[in-house]
């Protein structure tokens, strides 16, 4: 179950990932487009997701969300099942860096209803207001369209493609670099 | 003192880091000339460095070379290559040469002998490297040995008191492939 509130809007809000979102995170790592973005070539049980979210996601270096769907009286504090349905998470790595490193996901089944977008917009909002970095980058694989799109969207400019760079579904795929600095994000 | 010779070029031979080492890859972490291009920026004490090289024992993902001139006598150290993260599709590499034999194409060379290794030893897709812009030096090494310029992100470091730009370059294997052909 999700934590407290972090950041909030009309459309989705963004909870501290617990311990207990294990299950839920763990459904990343059976993506094998969207855990390609950690370098995690292989699947991971659930108790290798507790120990990655104890030492990377809780690392303070990196900063992770819970994107969540929060119901009308969801609490900010500790919410019930009732209260709130987590759809997806955001994790920026290296926010004491010059240039974090950002990934996101949404789980399948909530997936055209504006949920990434809108988590998306406003990780790299908060991102922005809390950390004095000078720009973020990501790097999706060549042939995931929908998360290219996302991010120019958001005003990520393309910055190259290294080629060939890592084995997703059966053959090399290139992975492209984005980049968005703060003052085109200000803008 | 370095160690043995792990592999040979013409005139460069790269030998394996020792612990008596540590005094002079420490001469080279801290020298501006080498550090700032690398994007070091804290200093490193002899006891950091010695603990660098412990750390790298039993390490099989990375891979440490002194890069030495030969005159017959006792091999004189000049610079570093490595070797990062050979569980990936594409490792990267890195190398730094001390101030003093910059401009004979010593670097071109010890890594032209990294990147025959690396293909040769290691069932890997291609490799990469990194460089500050401007960095002629280093982007002239890469250039040399057949790498592509793959990318420039704009503003990625911070570095002698700016933002730079960070080229990405890579070689595939049939690039590397072809170029041996040619030579």
């Known amino acids: 179950m999700p934590g407290p509130i972090v950041e909030t809007t009309e459309d989705v809000t963004l909870r501290t990932v617990e311990r207990e979102d294990a299950a839920f995170i763990q459904r990343f790592y059976t993506d094998p487009w969207a855990r390609v973005g950690l370098h995690a070539t292989s699947h991971k049980n659930e108790a290798e997701v507790e120990e990655t979210i104890e030492e990377e996601f809780e690392d303070d270096g990196n900063a992770a969300y819970l994107v969540c769907a929060d119901g009308e009286d ?3 504090d500790h919410p019930d099942d009732e209260d709130t349905t987590p759809v997806g998470f955001v994790l920026a790595v290296h926010v ?4 974090p490193n950002i990934v996101h996901w949404v789980a399948p089944e909530y997936r055209g209803e504006g949920y990434a977008e809108a988590g998306l917009e406003l990780a790299v909002e908060t991102i922005f ?4 970095v000078h720009s973020l980058s990501t790097n999706p694989v060549d042939g995931d369209e929908a998360t ?8 990520f400019v393309h910055e190259g493609a290294n080629r060939e760079m890592e084995f997703v579904e059966g053959e090399y795929r290139d992975v492209h670099q984005y980049g968005l600095l703060r003052r085109e994000w200000e803008a | 003192m370095p160690g043995a010779v792990f592999r040979r070029g013409d005139r460069v031979t790269l030998r394996t880091v020792e612990h008596e080492d540590a005094e002079f890859l420490q001469r080279g972490h801290n020298d501006p000339d080498v550090a700032v291009p690398l994007g070091v920026n804290m200093p490193e004490n002899e006891s950091e460095a010695q603990a660098s090289i412990e750390d790298h024992e039993g390490d099989n993902l990375n891979v440490s070379l002194l890069v030495c001139l030969e005159d017959g006598g006792d091999p004189t150290p000049i610079g570093q290559v490595y070797l990062m993260d050979l569980h990936h599709t594409r490792p990267e590499l890195s190398y730094w040469l001390l101030p003093e034999y910059h401009g004979n194409g010593y670097g071109t060379e010890a890594t032209e002998v990294l990147v025959d290794y690396a293909f040769n030893a290691h069932e890997i897709r291609g490799l990469q490297a990194q460089a500050f812009a401007p960095n002629d030096g280093s982007v002239g090494v890469l250039e040399n040995l057949g790498f592509e310029h793959e990318g420039t992100l704009r503003d990625a470091r911070f570095r002698d008191g700016e933002y730079v730009d960070v080229v990405w370059y890579g070689l595939l ?8 052909v040619d030579d």
Do not use: F, I, V
């Open chain 2, 173 to 180: 294997r049939e690039e590397w492939e072809d170029a041996e």
């Open chain 1, 96 to 99: 004491d860096r010059d240039r």
């Open chain 1, 148 to 155: 290219r799109q996302r991010y120019e969207s958001l005003g």
């Open chain 1, 74 to 76: 969801a609490p900010y």
């Open chain 1, 129 to 132: 207001r809390t950390y004095d």
